[in-house]
């Protein structure tokens, strides 16, 4: 043309960031034990009852089920650790959504994990790119064999595509749970047997990102094994739930277990027979979180804590679901807030979204006035 441009042509402002487009709403995040992967609002799961049978909680295929459960939101970032010792990250917008009932997507596709690897534990984290936070908080792992490990976050801060190692595993162990602490907090191992050793953190040095790690708990024979571990962080809140293999929990509290060195056979935190089955899951719970648990046939439960009653450390527990069919165990255990605190959330939500709506734009106003 033979004018000269009369427009003037900006690149765009301001970056470009996903997160923007996805409300950060309360999900759950299910792997099953062939490696499916799927994300679900947390909505979808009601609370029913301590003692009923559950929920139809994922179709999956022949021989498959639902063995984790981890509570997110949409902005965090998952920390993906394989029983082999390796770290992968993921968005957790990246992850396929589906309803209950939607199997997932194969995470071998989503990940660069190795045919003969597997996903067993995850963190869920917001704020990698904050210095201040990564450089005061530490992962720590624990083993089968009974090995605890502690690393800086910040060696596990800078995403990388084919993943990196995050602990060395010797032969015959593997990753058993992988926790957050910020460096003064207490842990708890728990073994199947039913027993718990409690210790200061302090007791374990921070270690570089694939160090082996050393003892934590002593273990009964061959066929024993690490379940689970927890990170208190306020003793006189927080209760000790503790999970069987037959559908069987009970609470207790953190101080019942005295504090010991690392290392050590611990306590009695329940009490093992034929009922109820060996201990599969350990979790730390107030009032305000309820329970998700999913056996291998993939029926799913959610009831509140509240109505578990706190007990003495050493007893078998209530019933908490009813496995309704015969050789059926429990899968998977993980704690999600209370559905009272979720309708909240929700609405607190809603009536920001709707302020946002209403408030009225003012230079759009004055630019229609001037017109």
Same mark, same amino acid.
């Given at each position: ?9 900006? %690149?765009?402002?301001?970056?470009? #960031? @996903? ?5 950060? *709403?309360? &999900? =759950? ?129 800078? %995403?990388?595509?084919?993943?990196? #190692? @995050? ?5 015959? *162990?593997? &990753? =058993? ?27 374990v040095r921070s270690m570089g990102r694939v160090s082996t ?100 450390? @050493? ?57």
């Open positions: 043309y033979g004018d000269e441009r009369r427009t003037e042509i900006k %690149p765009f402002e301001h970056e470009f #960031n @996903a997160e923007d487009f996805y409300p950060n *709403d309360p &999900v =759950v995040i299910t792997v099953s034990h062939m490696g499916y992967i799927k994300r679900t609002p947390l909505s979808e799961f009601r609370e029913q009852a301590r003692g009923g049978v559950g929920s139809k909680g994922a179709r999956t295929r022949e021989q498959d089920f639902t063995e984790y459960i981890y509570p997110a939101t949409m902005h965090q970032t998952m920390l993906f650790f394989t029983r082999k010792g390796r770290c992968y990250w993921l968005k957790c917008y990246e992850i396929p959504e589906g309803d209950k009932n939607f199997k997932g997507r194969a995470i071998q596709n989503m990940l660069n994990i190795e045919p003969d690897d597997s996903v067993n534990a995850m963190l869920r984290l917001r704020g990698l790119n904050d210095e201040e936070f990564v450089n005061s908080h530490y992962v720590v792992f624990a083993t089968k064999n009974g090995t605890i490990k502690k690393t800086c976050l910040e060696a596990y801060s800078r %995403p990388r595509t084919n993943g990196v #190692n @995050a602990i060395n595993i010797v032969d015959g *162990d593997e &990753v =058993v749970d992988v926790r957050l602490t910020n460096g003064k907090n207490e842990i708890i191992l728990a073994n199947r047997n039913g027993r718990a050793v409690r210790f200061d953190e302090n007791t790690g050393v003892r934590g708990m002593q273990l009964d024979g061959d066929d024993d094994q690490v379940v689970g571990m927890i990170i208190v962080n306020n003793a006189e809140t927080e209760t000790v739930m503790v999970v069987s293999e037959n559908g069987y929990g009970k609470r207790s509290q953190v101080e019942d277990y005295r504090k010991t060195n690392r290392g050590g056979k611990g306590v009695k935190t329940f009490s093992i027979t034929e009922k109820t089955g060996r201990l599969v899951a350990i979790k730390n719970v107030t009032d305000d979180n309820d329970l998700m648990i999913i056996n291998k046939s993939g029926i799913a439960i959610r009831l509140a804590v509240s109505d578990c009653r706190v007990m003495g450390r @050493a007893t078998q527990g209530v019933r908490l679901i009813n496995l309704s069919k015969k050789n059926d165990v429990i899968a998977s255990v993980c704690k999600v807030m209370s559905s009272e605190l979720e309708a909240k959330l929700a609405d607190d939500n809603a009536e920001q979204e709707t302020e946002a709506t209403d408030t009225p734009n003012t230079a759009e106003n004055d630019s229609e006035n001037e017109k």
